[in-house]
């Protein structure tokens, strides 16, 4: 049986940010099924036999059109993996636009990647859809888990990178990643003056200011995982918009799919005022 690095727990609905580049754009709608208000979420037990028989030691909430901090049911789901998945390390993959808020449970996960493509508020707004920069500061002053920083890299803050990756250093930040975009063939001049330490999954590691700071390569990388998608798909691709480049019958589909999309379908449309409402101050 192969060897999976980590599980995806998949939130999908209205995000306090907007990503230009956003996953879920790439992700058939069908998947992107609203489950924000669903505890637990859909096809949970097969999701949990997977990650216990093949003995994946992690799981992360993160999203394909959403943050995990918007799910209504974060600490409840914490408490039911870690029963469940018994051992289980649980990590939060967040835009950190919510993390203070909720920093208690924030704190109840054992460590969290905090996507932020840099301080500077213009280039903020053209790549996350918002110029309200997350405290980053503050956040690393409150956590009692391991933060680290996740860092799209395009054209709008390639020239920012190694300023950014200085001011990371000087909060003390310990980890972070620079990642390419998933199809994006372009070279940034980034890193050109570093020496690789060591690679991971085949994506050069680097010590800069004391941190570690890896250079990640979607289309490259040997890294593994599994996936449970907002509709209750279970995939076993890394890459999450490859599993729909299969084969239905390649795909572990939750029973009675097709209906199940549909009544979201009619439940998005009637929540979605709310959760909007909930999201747009944030």
């Known amino acids: 049986m192969p060897r999976y690095d980590f599980a995806n727990i998949l939130f999908a609905g209205p995000c306090n940010r907007f990503c230009p580049f956003c996953i879920g754009k790439q992700v058939p709608d069908s998947a992107n099924a609203y489950n924000l208000d669903i505890f637990p979420p859909r096809n949970w037990q097969s999701f949990v036999r997977e990650v216990n028989d093949r ?3 992690e799981v992360v909430f ?12 974060e600490e409840e ?27 208690r449970v924030f704190n109840m996960y054992d460590r969290a990647c905090i996507s932020l493509p840099t301080f500077d508020k213009q280039t903020y707004a053209h790549m996350m859809g918002s110029s309200k920069v997350p405290d980053l500061a503050g ?25 950014f990756l200085q001011q990371l250093a000087a909060l003390g930040l310990k980890r972070a990643v620079l990642r390419r975009l998933f199809g994006d063939r372009r070279e940034f001049p980034v890193l050109l003056r570093h020496t ?21 390569n979607f289309d490259t990388t040997s890294s593994r995982s ?8 279970i ?41 909007e409402n909930r999201t747009q101050n944030v």
């Not at 009692?144 to 190694?162: F, M, T, Y």
């Not at 599994?226 to 798909?233: K, M, Q, S």
Request: proline content about 4%; hydrophobic content about 40%.
């Open 55 to 57: 003995e994946i030691g």
């Open 62 to 73: 993160t999203g394909t059109t959403t943050d995990p901090h918007l799910y209504a049911y």
């Open 77 to 103: 789901l914490i408490a039911l993996a870690r029963r469940d998945m018994p051992g289980i390390r649980l990590s939060i993959h967040t835009n950190g636009a919510l993390s203070l808020r909720k920093m």
């Open 139 to 163: 956040i690393l002053v409150a956590a009692k888990i391991p933060v680290k920083v996740s860092c799209v890299v395009n054209e709008h803050n390639a020239h920012q990178v190694d300023e």
């Open 196 to 216: 690789p330490a060591s690679y991971y999954r085949g994506n050069p590691v680097y010590n800069i200011n004391g941190m570690e700071v890896t250079y990640w």
């Open 226 to 233: 599994i996936n449970l998608f907002a509709d209750g798909t």
């Open 235 to 275: 995939g076993l691709d890394y890459l999450l918009v490859r599993e729909f480049e299969r084969p239905a019958e390649a795909l572990q589909l939750h029973s009675g799919t097709a209906r199940q999309v549909a009544k979201n379908a009619r439940e998005q449309n009637a929540l979605r005022f709310s959760t």
